[in-house]
Nanobody, 116 residues
Framework: QVVESGGGLVQAGESLRLACAAS????????VGWFRQGPGKQREYVAG???????DYADAVRGRFTITADFIKNTVYLQMNNLQRDDTAVYYC????????????WGQGTQVTVSP
């Protein structure tokens, strides 16, 4: 299981850091990913990080967002800089248990709202 935190209301250009706390060791799974679903939009992939500490980003956030993993705390962070209105969404994290699996074990999500 995972639990997200860190969402909030910010102005455009500001930053937020989201956290995804896992109940088990994130070294024992393939990857943890962040996804988001904006108003009236489908859920989309944002970023992911493997247990080998290799990050990956969607084009829309590359250069502004940074994903990191704390393998002691079993927590994955998403540092979001220069937030824009299009970043407004509910952000979810999920676990990909192994390479051939899909992301599952979704959290409840955390709301990020970016005002003009």
């Amino acid at each position: 299981q995972v639990v997200e935190s860190g969402g909030g209301l910010v102005q455009a250009g500001e930053s937020l850091r989201l956290a995804c706390a896992a109940s088990g060791s994130i070294r024992s799974i393939y990857a943890v990913g962040w996804f988001r679903q904006g108003p009236g939009k489908q859920r989309e992939y944002v970023a992911g990080i493997t247990s080998a500490d290799n990050p990956d980003y969607a084009d829309a956030v590359r250069g502004r967002f940074t994903i990191t993993a704390d393998f002691i705390k079993n927590t994955v962070y998403l540092q979001m800089n220069n937030l824009q209105r299009d970043d407004t969404a509910v952000y979810y994290c999920a676990v990909r248990p192994h390479y051939l699996a899909e992301f599952d074990s979704w959290g409840q999500g955390t709301q990020v709202t970016v005002s003009p």
